[in-house]
């Protein structure tokens, strides 16, 4: 024997079948732990997404809830009629409805809204000159009946009840013209009339001829600077 061994060069440096199979558990393993790490922040990232969208939820029936209540509204308190209202200054405020029929009462489809045999209520008041038996609400702001139409509590003078109609956004019309609450517009085609929309503190609308901000006529070239 009396041989030394000597390494074979050829081999240097060379990967065998052991070290190949190890790099690849290695790969298959790293490989393995992204997807782990993926899915967690998948999952993770969902979950947020849900909270998030629960929490939205919840703020919007919160917010709605706060907005009907504030509305005010009708409540009967030891034999009395109250209407409830929230005053920036004094919060809740209540005033007590006169000459009510306790047993005809009833709170219309508007928290504003209330009837008896006898009355019409708005916000407390009651509406003078209104025909019980074909009063109508138009609107959080408006109402009518076979003779008048009636802007809050009070009669809307000179508008045709029988073809006044509610567009939106505070506007209106019958067959005569058109109104910005209880303001004649003088509009150029009342027909036409259609309601844009809030935009920078101004309530909108056009009809074929003519743009509107609050009532009011404007160049069109006023709404497109919006």
């Not at 509204?73 to 809740?92: Q, S």
Request: hydrophobic share 40%; proline share 3%.
């Amino acid at each position: 024997n009396g041989h030394i061994r000597t390494r074979d060069k050829s081999k240097a440096g060379s990967i065998g079948p052991d070290a190949k199979n190890d790099c690849r558990f290695v790969l298959d393993l790293s490989v393995e732990f992204i997807i782990i790490i993926i899915n967690i922040n998948m999952k993770k990232m969902f979950t947020i997404i849900g909270i998030t969208v629960a929490l939205l939820a919840i703020v919007f029936l919160v917010y709605k809830s706060f907005a009907y209540i504030n509305q005010g509204g009708y409540v009967i308190d030891n034999g009395k009629v109250l209407y409830k209202f929230w005053n920036e200054a004094n919060g809740w405020q209540s005033s007590s409805l006169e000459d009510v029929d306790l047993a005809s009462f009833k709170i219309l489809n508007d928290p504003h809204y209330a009837s008896d045999k006898n009355h019409i209520f708005y916000k407390g008041g009651v509406v003078t000159d209104v025909d019980p038996a074909t009063f109508e609400i138009l609107s959080a702001e408006y109402m009518k009946d076979s003779k008048n139409v009636f802007f809050q509590n009070s009669i809307f003078e000179n508008v045709d009840p029988g073809s006044f109609v509610v567009i939106g956004d505070k506007y209106s019309k019958d067959r005569k013209d058109a109104y910005f609450q209880t303001y004649i517009m003088h509009a150029c085609d009342p027909s036409s009339l259609v309601v844009l929309g809030l935009k920078n503190g101004q309530y909108w609308a056009k009809d074929s001829k003519c743009f509107y901000a609050n009532g009011e006529k404007v160049p069109a070239s006023d709404y497109e600077s919006q």
